[in-house]
Antibody
Framework: EVKLVESGGGLLKPGGSLKLSCVASGFTFSNYWMHWVRQAPGKGLEWIGEIEYDGTETNYAPSIKDRFTISRDNAKNTLYLQMSSVRSEDTATYFC??????????????WGQGVMVTVSS | DIQMTQSPSVLSASVGDRVTLNCKASQNINKYLNWYQQKLGEAPKLLIYNTNNLQTGIPSRFSGSGSGTDFTLTISSLQPEDFATYFCFQHNSWPLTFGSGTKLEIK
Protein backbone atom coordinates (compact mmCIF):
# COMPACT_ATOMS: atom_id res chain seq x y z
CA GLU A 1 0.00 0.00 0.00
CA VAL A 2 1.31 3.42 -0.96
CA LYS A 3 1.63 5.83 1.95
CA LEU A 4 2.90 9.38 2.34
CA VAL A 5 3.08 10.59 5.92
CA GLU A 6 4.00 14.18 6.72
CA SER A 7 5.27 15.38 10.08
CA GLY A 8 7.04 18.29 11.70
CA GLY A 9 4.33 20.92 11.65
CA GLY A 10 3.56 23.31 14.44
CA LEU A 11 3.42 26.91 15.60
CA LEU A 12 6.27 29.29 14.91
CA LYS A 13 6.89 33.02 14.93
CA PRO A 14 7.41 35.20 11.88
CA GLY A 15 11.00 34.98 10.72
CA GLY A 16 11.43 31.51 12.19
CA SER A 17 12.37 28.18 10.66
CA LEU A 18 10.86 24.73 10.52
CA LYS A 19 11.59 21.50 8.68
CA LEU A 20 8.79 19.27 7.46
CA SER A 21 9.24 15.62 6.56
CA CYS A 22 7.29 13.25 4.36
CA VAL A 23 8.03 9.54 4.71
CA ALA A 24 7.08 7.42 1.73
CA SER A 25 6.33 3.71 1.58
CA GLY A 26 4.81 1.20 -0.80
CA PHE A 27 6.71 2.33 -3.89
CA THR A 28 10.28 2.87 -5.08
CA PHE A 29 10.75 6.40 -3.76
CA SER A 30 13.93 7.11 -5.73
CA ASN A 31 12.12 6.61 -9.05
CA TYR A 32 9.69 9.51 -8.64
CA TRP A 33 9.66 13.26 -8.57
CA MET A 34 8.15 14.58 -5.35
CA HIS A 35 6.19 17.75 -4.73
CA TRP A 36 4.89 19.97 -1.96
CA VAL A 37 1.47 21.61 -2.18
CA ARG A 38 -0.01 23.83 0.50
CA GLN A 39 -3.45 25.09 1.42
CA ALA A 40 -4.11 28.12 3.61
CA PRO A 41 -7.11 27.72 5.95
CA GLY A 42 -10.32 27.90 3.95
CA LYS A 43 -8.42 28.68 0.75
CA GLY A 44 -7.35 26.94 -2.42
CA LEU A 45 -4.34 24.82 -3.26
CA GLU A 46 -0.90 26.19 -4.09
CA TRP A 47 1.90 24.15 -5.67
CA ILE A 48 5.10 25.29 -3.99
CA GLY A 49 7.83 23.12 -5.43
CA GLU A 50 9.27 19.88 -6.69
CA ILE A 51 12.41 17.77 -6.58
CA GLU A 52 13.63 15.25 -9.08
CA TYR A 53 14.69 11.65 -8.42
CA ASP A 54 18.16 12.20 -6.98
CA GLY A 55 17.62 15.71 -5.69
CA THR A 56 19.82 17.49 -8.21
CA GLU A 57 16.99 19.52 -9.72
CA THR A 58 14.42 21.55 -7.83
CA ASN A 59 11.83 24.08 -8.91
CA TYR A 60 9.91 26.48 -6.71
CA ALA A 61 6.91 28.76 -6.81
CA PRO A 62 7.83 32.47 -6.65
CA SER A 63 6.03 32.86 -3.32
CA ILE A 64 8.54 30.67 -1.48
CA LYS A 65 11.62 30.83 -3.65
CA ASP A 66 14.80 31.71 -1.72
CA ARG A 67 13.03 31.05 1.60
CA PHE A 68 12.11 27.36 1.38
CA THR A 69 14.29 24.44 0.28
CA ILE A 70 13.14 21.03 -0.87
CA SER A 71 15.45 18.06 -0.40
CA ARG A 72 15.22 14.30 -0.17
CA ASP A 73 17.03 11.33 1.31
CA ASN A 74 16.38 8.33 -0.88
CA ALA A 75 18.03 5.97 1.61
CA LYS A 76 15.39 6.99 4.15
CA ASN A 77 12.52 7.32 1.65
CA THR A 78 11.99 10.81 2.98
CA LEU A 79 11.17 14.15 1.42
CA TYR A 80 11.87 17.39 3.27
CA LEU A 81 10.73 20.99 3.19
CA GLN A 82 13.01 23.40 5.02
CA MET A 83 11.06 26.57 5.74
CA SER A 84 12.96 29.74 6.66
CA SER A 85 12.07 33.41 7.12
CA VAL A 86 8.45 32.38 7.46
CA ARG A 87 5.61 34.87 7.21
CA SER A 88 2.01 34.82 8.39
CA GLU A 89 0.94 34.01 4.83
CA ASP A 90 2.86 30.72 5.07
CA THR A 91 0.22 29.48 7.51
CA ALA A 92 -1.24 26.45 5.77
CA THR A 93 -1.62 22.71 5.64
CA TYR A 94 1.33 21.30 3.72
CA PHE A 95 0.87 18.19 1.60
CA CYS A 96 3.48 16.04 -0.08
CA UNK A 97 2.37 14.42 -3.29
CA UNK A 98 3.67 12.44 -6.24
CA UNK A 99 2.62 10.92 -9.52
CA UNK A 100 2.93 7.14 -9.54
CA UNK A 101 0.87 7.10 -12.74
CA UNK A 102 3.94 8.38 -14.57
CA UNK A 103 7.28 9.18 -12.89
CA UNK A 104 7.90 12.56 -14.51
CA UNK A 105 4.31 13.66 -14.87
CA UNK A 106 2.25 16.04 -12.75
CA UNK A 107 -0.76 13.89 -12.04
CA UNK A 108 -0.53 13.89 -8.22
CA UNK A 109 -2.41 10.63 -7.75
CA UNK A 110 -1.06 10.05 -4.24
CA TRP A 111 -1.11 12.53 -1.36
CA GLY A 112 -0.17 12.59 2.26
CA GLN A 113 -2.72 13.55 4.91
CA GLY A 114 -1.14 16.96 5.35
CA VAL A 115 0.59 18.73 8.22
CA MET A 116 -0.43 22.09 9.66
CA VAL A 117 1.99 24.98 10.01
CA THR A 118 0.88 28.13 11.82
CA VAL A 119 2.95 31.32 11.73
CA SER A 120 1.92 33.78 14.39
CA SER A 121 3.53 36.12 16.87
CA ASP B 1 2.35 33.00 -14.17
CA ILE B 2 -0.69 31.30 -15.65
CA GLN B 3 -3.88 32.24 -13.84
CA MET B 4 -6.61 29.62 -13.58
CA THR B 5 -10.13 30.94 -13.15
CA GLN B 6 -12.88 28.58 -12.07
CA SER B 7 -16.58 29.26 -12.38
CA PRO B 8 -18.89 29.28 -10.68
CA SER B 9 -17.25 29.56 -7.28
CA VAL B 10 -20.29 27.90 -5.70
CA LEU B 11 -22.77 25.64 -7.45
CA SER B 12 -25.96 24.40 -5.83
CA ALA B 13 -27.41 21.25 -7.33
CA SER B 14 -29.48 18.20 -6.50
CA VAL B 15 -28.77 14.50 -6.55
CA GLY B 16 -29.27 13.25 -10.09
CA ASP B 17 -28.47 16.59 -11.73
CA ARG B 18 -25.99 16.95 -14.54
CA VAL B 19 -23.49 19.69 -13.70
CA THR B 20 -20.67 21.41 -15.54
CA LEU B 21 -17.74 23.11 -13.83
CA ASN B 22 -15.57 25.52 -15.78
CA CYS B 23 -11.89 26.35 -15.72
CA LYS B 24 -10.24 29.02 -17.85
CA ALA B 25 -6.50 29.52 -18.23
CA SER B 26 -4.97 32.95 -18.82
CA GLN B 27 -2.92 31.47 -21.66
CA ASN B 28 -2.72 28.32 -23.71
CA ILE B 29 -1.99 25.26 -21.58
CA ASN B 30 -2.54 22.72 -24.36
CA LYS B 31 -4.01 19.58 -22.77
CA TYR B 32 -2.17 19.85 -19.46
CA LEU B 33 -5.10 20.26 -17.13
CA ASN B 34 -6.10 18.04 -14.20
CA TRP B 35 -9.17 18.01 -11.97
CA TYR B 36 -9.18 17.19 -8.26
CA GLN B 37 -11.94 16.65 -5.77
CA GLN B 38 -11.41 17.65 -2.15
CA LYS B 39 -13.65 16.97 0.81
CA LEU B 40 -13.34 18.83 4.08
CA GLY B 41 -10.32 17.76 6.08
CA GLU B 42 -9.02 15.45 3.38
CA ALA B 43 -6.29 15.55 0.78
CA PRO B 44 -7.28 16.22 -2.81
CA LYS B 45 -8.16 13.25 -5.01
CA LEU B 46 -7.21 13.06 -8.68
CA LEU B 47 -10.25 12.67 -10.93
CA ILE B 48 -9.10 13.57 -14.44
CA TYR B 49 -5.62 14.13 -15.90
CA ASN B 50 -4.55 15.72 -19.16
CA THR B 51 -8.02 17.13 -19.81
CA ASN B 52 -10.00 13.97 -20.40
CA ASN B 53 -8.27 10.93 -18.92
CA LEU B 54 -10.27 9.35 -16.13
CA GLN B 55 -8.14 8.22 -13.21
CA THR B 56 -8.45 4.54 -12.31
CA GLY B 57 -11.25 3.91 -9.86
CA ILE B 58 -13.11 7.15 -10.59
CA PRO B 59 -16.74 6.61 -11.67
CA SER B 60 -17.56 7.13 -15.32
CA ARG B 61 -20.10 9.84 -14.46
CA PHE B 62 -17.07 12.17 -14.29
CA SER B 63 -15.70 13.42 -17.58
CA GLY B 64 -13.44 16.22 -18.75
CA SER B 65 -13.11 18.15 -21.96
CA GLY B 66 -11.52 21.23 -23.48
CA SER B 67 -8.24 22.42 -24.92
CA GLY B 68 -6.06 25.50 -25.01
CA THR B 69 -7.60 27.83 -22.45
CA ASP B 70 -11.10 26.53 -21.76
CA PHE B 71 -11.87 23.33 -19.90
CA THR B 72 -14.86 21.67 -18.27
CA LEU B 73 -15.54 18.94 -15.77
CA THR B 74 -18.93 17.32 -16.14
CA ILE B 75 -20.68 15.09 -13.64
CA SER B 76 -23.48 13.36 -15.50
CA SER B 77 -25.66 12.42 -12.54
CA LEU B 78 -24.73 13.80 -9.14
CA GLN B 79 -24.43 11.35 -6.30
CA PRO B 80 -24.46 12.29 -2.59
CA GLU B 81 -20.72 11.64 -2.30
CA ASP B 82 -19.95 14.14 -5.08
CA PHE B 83 -20.70 17.21 -2.98
CA ALA B 84 -17.22 18.61 -2.43
CA THR B 85 -14.87 21.26 -3.76
CA TYR B 86 -13.27 20.80 -7.18
CA PHE B 87 -9.99 22.29 -8.30
CA CYS B 88 -8.44 22.49 -11.73
CA PHE B 89 -4.66 22.46 -12.09
CA GLN B 90 -2.40 23.38 -14.99
CA HIS B 91 0.92 21.66 -15.50
CA ASN B 92 1.87 23.17 -18.83
CA SER B 93 4.42 25.59 -17.41
CA TRP B 94 6.06 26.71 -14.18
CA PRO B 95 4.95 27.78 -11.73
CA LEU B 96 2.25 25.14 -11.76
CA THR B 97 -1.04 26.66 -10.66
CA PHE B 98 -4.41 25.61 -9.32
CA GLY B 99 -7.73 27.29 -9.80
CA SER B 100 -9.49 28.76 -6.79
CA GLY B 101 -12.07 26.00 -6.72
CA THR B 102 -15.78 25.36 -7.23
CA LYS B 103 -17.72 24.31 -4.19
CA LEU B 104 -20.54 21.94 -5.14
CA GLU B 105 -23.36 22.22 -2.61
CA ILE B 106 -26.59 20.36 -2.09
CA LYS B 107 -29.58 22.42 -3.18
Amino acid sequence: EVKLVESGGGLLKPGGSLKLSCVASGFTFSNYWMHWVRQAPGKGLEWIGEIEYDGTETNYAPSIKDRFTISRDNAKNTLYLQMSSVRSEDTATYFCTTSLLAPEAYYFDYWGQGVMVTVSS
Amino acid sequence: DIQMTQSPSVLSASVGDRVTLNCKASQNINKYLNWYQQKLGEAPKLLIYNTNNLQTGIPSRFSGSGSGTDFTLTISSLQPEDFATYFCFQHNSWPLTFGSGTKLEIK
